[in-house]
């Protein structure tokens, strides 16, 4: 269910039920000739909806400009690239929101850059931050660490915000990355495939869509991205509901 198109009594229902909430991140960034540059949004988007399928959990709207360091080009390319301290005041405004909804399981999922790039951090920042902030809001006095009461009636501090790879450990193979490839190419072919031109790999290439002599942007097909999309979601649905 889309956190967007809930009413406010769904809202409470998917609160109650503990459902887990889907923060898809990514970025505008340029994806070679032939691929859209909402691209790793896009497929953590598609993700989220396959998972929405199995099992209950909310689908937040999506983080859409996330930092990208201007690596494969500018803004002429396609490629956005925010002010960082912006973009982290954002993320944790916005996450401390979620959080006052009542969702009691975040997770934030990521298919740029990797771990420790400024997009991941931004979330990691921002929920280690609230994880300590808001403790004070609800008026637990300073020093309730050493207060073993206080500290049961605080419950868990970590991991109510969960910032992970759109490929977890599971998945991976048969899943794998890259830039506008082989593997990106393959899921955007297997789940959004309008947005895929193949015919437009002619001429000045960059040189991530060639980055393997066999498996590269022209080689990359429906079948595999399809290979991938099921391990993907079959690790997340293991992970968010393990029973
Ligand atoms: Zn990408």
Redesign the pocket.
């Known amino acids: 269910m889309y956190l967007k198109h809930m009413r406010p009594y769904q809202l409470k229902q998917a609160v109650e039920r503990d459902d887990p909430l889907l923060v898809p991140a ?2 505008i ?1 340029t ?1 070679g000739p032939h ?1 859209a540059i909402g ?2 949004t896009i ?1 953590v988007e598609e993700i989220c909806a396959r998972i929405a399928e199995e099992i209950n959990v909310v689908i937040a709207p999506s983080f859409d400009y996330g930092p990208t360091g201007y690596a494969l080009g500018g803004p002429a390319d396609g490629t956005i690239d925010p002010d960082y301290a912006a973009f982290g005041a954002h993320v944790k405004a916005i996450l401390k929101n979620f959080l006052e909804m009542g969702f009691k399981k975040i997770y934030v999922i990521i ?2 850059q990797g771990m420790e790039a400024p997009l991941a951090l931004a979330f990691k920042k921002a929920a280690s931050e609230l994880a300590f902030e808001l403790i004070l809001e609800q008026g637990y006095p300073r020093g309730w660490w050493g207060d073993k009461a206080l500290m049961e009636k605080v419950g868990p501090i970590w991991g109510h915000i969960d910032v992970q790879p759109m490929i977890l450990p599971d998945a991976s193979p048969p899943a794998g ?4 490839g082989y593997n ?1 190419t393959s899921f955007l072919l297997a789940t959004r495939p309008e947005l895929v031109e193949p015919a437009r790999l002619e001429g000045d290439v960059p040189w991530y869509c060639r980055q393997h002599e066999e498996k590269n942007s022209w080689t990359a097909n429906a079948a595999h991205g399809q290979v991938m999309v099921d391990a993907v979601v079959n690790a997340w649905i293991k992970k968010i509901s393990p029973s």
């Open positions: 990514g970025c960034e994806h691929m691209h790793d497929i298919m740029h990355g890259d830039h506008a990106e």
